[in-house]
């Protein structure tokens, strides 16, 4: 894949083949939270930023501030809620401006005989815990991960960031 390097609002930003950019020079925590979410604004700086939303309805890591999406008062979901379907979430995390579930989906170390599952483009297979040994999960959106190991992981039109693995999905501005 080759990149065209184009400037923008201080950041080189190189488009490669398949509607992605990406993002050059942010490669610490406190870089990435200095570049614009969708809109042009931050989400957040830190991970202090950001909360769960984890109900019958919605599993997602939004601002503190804001309100979270309304869910049906009437649906019942027990112990069932939405973040169990992704198989729970330990930490939420401000990355590159933007709260995620902070999935971990570092694919390096691998090392279960599992066959890694094929999943539709924008999601990679989260990494789970088997004993002892980091093997293939379900498939998540890659936009919820700590990171991802290619920028061809990241959704078709999103934005890469990062000089070198790990690298981030953000959606575009």
Not at 78 to 93: K, S
């Amino acid at each position: 894949m080759s990149y065209r390097l184009v400037a923008l609002a201080g950041l080189a930003l190189a488009c490669g083949s398949g509607g992605r950019s990406f993002v050059d020079g942010a490669t610490d925590g406190d870089e990435l939270g200095e570049i614009p979410a969708p809109g042009g604004q931050l989400q957040c700086r830190r991970d202090s930023d950001c909360r769960l939303v984890n109900d019958c309805c919605t599993c997602a890591a939004i601002n503190r501030r804001e309100l979270p999406a309304a869910c049906d008062p009437a649906r019942v979901c027990g112990e069932a809620t939405a973040c169990v379907e992704v198989g729970g979430v330990r930490q939420i995390r401000c990355i590159a401006g933007r709260c995620v579930l902070g999935l971990d989906c570092d694919v390096a170390l691998v090392n279960c005989r599992r066959v890694r599952p094929l999943c539709p483009g924008g999601q990679v297979p989260r990494i789970v815990l088997a004993g002892t040994q980091r093997c293939w999960g379900e498939c998540v959106e890659a936009r919820q991960c700590l990171a991802v190991s290619a920028c061809r992981e990241c959704a078709e039109g999103d934005q890469c960031v990062g000089t070198s693995a790990p690298f981030h999905c953000i959606p575009p501005p």
